[in-house]
Structures are given as C-alpha cells and as structure tokens.
C-alpha cells in the first residue's frame, strides 16, 4: 500500500513538472523601435506556445532601429538607424548571442532615413533610404560584418500628391526565384526593377525599369505568393492591395481591392503586408481604421476576396509578423506603445486574440 501511494505520488510530481516544462517553451524575438520616448533601442521577447507575450529585456542600444532582418543562418540581425545625419542614414551587423547582440559593423546607407533592410542568399544587402529616395546596397561577410557602402541606386520623379513631391523609397526586396531586386518608393509612386552586377557591386536597371501604380496609390510594401508567380504590392496612400502579375518579362497591375471596409469614410494609411507559406489568406494593416484587413486568396487567379478586419487592439500597427509555424500574428501598434498576439486560424484565416505586452513605440517584430 506504501509502495501504491509513493508511485501515485511520484506520477503526480511528474505531471506537474512535464507541464511545466510544456508551459515554458517559448520562441523568441526581436522588436524594433523608434527611440524617441523610453525606447533605447532593440528588444527581445518571448511567444509562449499558448500565444503569451513576455519582455526579456534591451539587447542592444541604437538610434532608431525601425527595421530588422536576419541573415539566412540565422547568426547576424542587420538593423537599419533612421536617421539624417548629413544626408545619410546607418547600418549595423549584430551577432546574435542567447541574450544579447554583439556589434559587428556600422555603415553609411547613402541616404536619409532608412527604413527598410534586406538581405539575400549572396550575403548581398539592401537599405531603403525614405528621405533618400533611392537604394544602397552593401555587402556582408560570412561572419555577419557589413562592407562599405558599394553602391546607390537614385529614384527620380515624383507622383501626384503632397506626400509624392520627391521619391521616398520605402521598401526593396529580392526576388525569391529570380535575380531581380524590386524596390516600392512611395514618392515616384512605381516598382522599381534591377538587377545586381556581381562584378561591379553595384544595382542596375532592367529593360523595363518601372512599373506605375494608380495616381496617388503610394505604394509602400509587397509580399510574394508562394508560387512565386503573384506579387501583392501594398499602397499606403489610397489604401489598396495591387495584384501584380508577370507575362512576356513585362509586370503589369491586373487588379486593385480597399483594404478599408467601404462605409469608412476616415483617414487612414496601410503599412504592413504578409502571406503564410500556404497561400490561403493575405493580411494586410490599417493605421487608422486600427485593423488587419484579412483576404482570401483565389489559388486559380489569385484575386482577393476581403474575409473580415480584425481590431489590432492599439493605434498604428505599422508591422506585424507570423510567428514561425503561422499559428500567431503579432502586431505592433506604434502609437499605444504595445504589441499584440493573436492565435490564427489556418482554415478561416480569422484571427483571436491571445495576449499583449508594453513596448516604447514599437515598429518592427523579427523572429
């Protein structure tokens, strides 16, 4: 009889120990922010595996790091500085260590308050320059630290309203199956195309060069469908998601839906724009109309259908993220200085929420 209620006991203790364990995964991430206010910097975080948000602490002290991104090894985390000092804006390289980041490099990214870094499978590196107008590309080493600046690719022209006098490039990204770089300037309202001479290290333009988005779109942001055939190209000013398509190595816009719910009549901007690897739904952000628009995608065209708006719990989501398996999204709400999670369903698309945490105007959450 002992022996019975020493091992009842003993199952009991391990239970409560294995969900405790169950309890304590947790995936972490980094949080960028605007350091005006409390903010000094960059941040890491944790998302627990029920969705619960958790503050781990400042990881690295830096100007304005509105934008992260990470190498494909996951080793480094490049961070742009938005700022203007003289003209230019800065880049930093960090190796990424358990709870902290070291800084490998510093650079110039040839122009005005970058807001926007990517890096592709060559370790090749691109700084969209907002104030700029225009594009620096760098290079990193294996080990994560950052050449100096090789070269900037200038936009010119500008579009048809207040915010479109100069270009302001506010985004550039590689082309996942193609050697082809697409640079978003909200200003000159257009896709800019390039591809980057490998001898020369520096960007240069396609035949066709351009593509223009409807007057007064402003474009902003994209995201690439996993079939890697549509490009869903997110515009700040009119508050549209552009299907944009490919044929005879022309790109051309074959559709346009409001990411706004029509009875709204308030100002309010896009900023954010993403895609699960499944291709199902797209999900795009209101400043504003303070939501996550959510779309279903046609898989036989790829036209939008709007799904719901999700409230973001918060004023300005200017980013949002997946989590690695897709299950949350994890929006950062600038302007109320919180971030929040919500569980997502994979067969709806709609979207729960789960959990917040306090953050000093936050703007970027990389995982």
Known sequence: ????????????????????????????????????????????????????????????????????????????????????????????????????????????????????????????????????????????????????????????????????????????????????????????????????DTVKDELVFTNQKTLKMADGAGPRHLTFHPNNKWIYVLNELNNTVSLVKEKDDTYFVESSISTLPEDFTEFSGAADIHIPKDGKFLYASNRGHESIAIFKVNPENGALTIVAYQSVLGKHPRNFSFSPDEKFILVANKDTDNIVSFKRDAKTGKLTFVSEVAVSLPVCVLF
């Open 1 to 196: 009889m002992k022996n019975t209620i020493v091992l009842f006991a003993f199952a009991i203790l391990f239970s409560c120990q294995k969900s405790k364990v169950k309890e304590e995964i947790a995936t972490s991430f980094y949080v960028g922010t605007y350091t005006q206010k409390e903010s000094k910097g960059i941040y890491k975080y944790s998302l627990s595996s029920e969705g619960k948000l958790k503050k781990i602490g400042l990881v690295a002290e830096v100007l304005n790091p509105s934008f992260l991104t990470k190498s494909n090894d996951g080793k480094t985390l490049f961070a742009v500085g938005e700022t203007d000092d003289n003209g230019t804006g800065f880049i930093s390289s960090y190796t990424i260590t358990k709870d902290s980041l070291t800084l490998l490099k510093k650079q110039i990214t040839g122009g005005a308050n970058p807001c926007f870094v990517a890096i592709n499978d060559e370790n090749y590196v691109l700084a969209a320059n907002y104030s700029g107008g225009n594009v620096g590309l760098l290079k990193a080493t294996e080990n994560g630290e950052l050449s100096a600046l090789l070269n900037v690719q200038q936009h010119v022209g500008k579009g048809t309203t207040d915010r479109q006098t100069t270009p302001h490039a506010h985004s550039a990204w590689f082309h996942p199956i193609r050697d082809e770089v697409i640079s978003v300037d909200l200003g000159t309202n257009q896709l800019w195309f390039s591809i980057i």
